[in-house]
Nanobody
Framework: QVQLVESGGGLVQPGGSLRLSCVAS????????MGWYRQAPGKQRELVAT???????SYSDSVKGRFTISRDSAKNTVYLQMSSLKPEDAAVYYC?????????????WGQGTQVTVSS
């Protein structure tokens, strides 16, 4: 089992920045990728950014150039640096992890952290 705990959400003005953190704990070996998703009220959860164990990153078009995903392996932590925030970025942000153990794949979710973008 992998536990994911997010932090760093809050209220920010349009154009501002926030950094989200996600700490992974438990049986973390075999994690192949981690990422961030978000879900706004009345909308489906959508992928924001991913980071593979090999260091490859990907971003949704809506955040490309504004958000950066990174990790600190020593701290088992993945970050999402969000800049130039827009009102449409407001959502609950969830950390996600994919884990491969043998022939089985598991995925895990954090509890979410709220990001509000408003003046």
């Amino acid at each position: 089992q992998v536990q994911l705990v997010e932090s760093g959400g809050g209220l920010v003005q349009p154009g501002g920045s926030l950094r989200l953190s996600c700490v992974a704990s438990g049986s973390i070996s075999g994690i192949s990728s981690m990422g961030w998703y978000r879900q706004a009220p009345g909308k489906q959860r959508e992928l924001v950014a991913t980071l593979t164990s090999g260091g490859s990153t990907s971003y949704s078009d809506s955040v490309k150039g504004r958000f950066t995903i990174s990790r600190d392996s020593a701290k088992n932590t993945v970050y999402l640096q969000m800049s130039s925030l827009k009102p449409e970025d407001a959502a609950v942000y969830y950390c996600h992890a994919d884990q491969v153990l043998g022939f089985k794949e598991y995925d895990y979710w954090g509890q979410g952290t709220q990001v509000t973008v408003s003046s």
